[in-house]
């Protein structure tokens, strides 16, 4: 729990009752590598806080699994539009390695949200962060080369990229494999 308080403690200030209520509401769960931890035909009710190991999203385009974002150590994973809206989506969650988490489900953060008016100061801190890499994403596909792509992907996914399947990398990236090997083989 120390992480994620120190994750929490980043954005606001923890106060002794809700650790006792993050404690009390706050799941362990485990996921084997290759694990499918959300089906798009699902409405996703869990938010995974990862203790250690990926979680990859992704979605399906004519039958191939393309790779939309990555999340590791220290980093929550969910399908935002399903898990806030309570709809299905078209995000597919899985383990990308064994990953150890702490799980929230969502009725749980709506009784934090009305109960603690610090988690919604907490939610809009962090989704600013979220949002700024969403439009740094957006901003890349469209106007910057494959391997300015590569390059700020690494960046950005320092601490985890190493651990992930280049073809997985190939299909966030928006190319094959094979240019992506061109690129990584470049000096």
Same mark, same amino acid.
């Given at each position: 729990?120390?992480?994620?308080?120190?994750?929490?403690?980043?954005? &606001?200030?923890?106060?002794?009752?809700?650790?006792?209520?993050?404690?009390?509401?706050?799941?362990?769960? %485990? *996921?084997?590598?290759?694990?499918?931890?959300?089906? $798009?035909?699902?409405?996703?009710?869990?938010?995974?806080?990862?203790?250690? =190991?990926?979680?990859r999203a992704y979605f399906?385009?004519? =039958?191939?699994?393309?790779?939309?974002? *990555?999340? =590791? %150590? #220290?980093?929550?994973? #969910?399908?935002?539009?399903?898990?806030?809206?309570? %709809?299905?989506? &078209?995000?597919?969650?899985? $383990?990308?390695?064994? %990953?150890?988490?702490?799980?929230? #489900?969502?009725?749980?953060?709506?009784?934090? *949200?009305?109960? *603690?008016?610090?988690?919604?100061?907490?939610?809009?801190?962090?989704?600013?962060?979220?949002?700024?890499?969403?439009?740094?994403?957006? $901003?890349?596909?469209?106007?910057?080369?494959?391997?300015?792509?590569?390059? #700020?992907?690494?960046?950005?996914? $320092?601490?985890i990229y190493p651990r &992930?399947?280049? =073809?997985?990398?190939?299909?966030?990236?928006? &190319?094959?494999?094979?240019?992506?090997?061109?690129?990584?083989?470049?000096?």
């Amino acid at each position: 729990m120390e992480r994620l308080y120190q994750h929490f403690e980043s954005y &606001i200030r923890l106060s002794k009752p809700l650790k006792s209520e993050l404690n009390n509401r706050l799941k362990s769960k %485990t *996921f084997a590598k290759g694990e499918l931890i959300l089906d $798009a035909s699902q409405v996703c009710k869990e938010s995974y806080f990862i203790q250690q =190991g990926i979680l990859r999203a992704y979605f399906l385009k004519d =039958g191939k699994e393309v790779s939309e974002f *990555f999340c =590791g %150590t #220290n980093e929550w994973m #969910n399908s935002p539009k399903s898990y806030m809206q309570q %709809t299905t989506d &078209i995000y597919y969650i899985d $383990a990308i390695e064994e %990953t150890s988490t702490l799980s929230l #489900n969502v009725n749980d953060l709506v009784f934090l *949200f009305d109960n *603690f008016p610090e988690m919604e100061r907490y939610a809009r801190l962090s989704m600013g962060s979220v949002f700024g890499h969403l439009m740094e994403r957006i $901003a890349s596909m469209r106007f910057t080369s494959a391997k300015e792509r590569y390059l #700020n992907f690494k960046q950005i996914y $320092a601490d985890i990229y190493p651990r &992930i399947p280049l =073809g997985m990398v190939a299909s966030y990236l928006g &190319i094959t494999q094979e240019t992506l090997s061109r690129i990584r083989a470049e000096k």
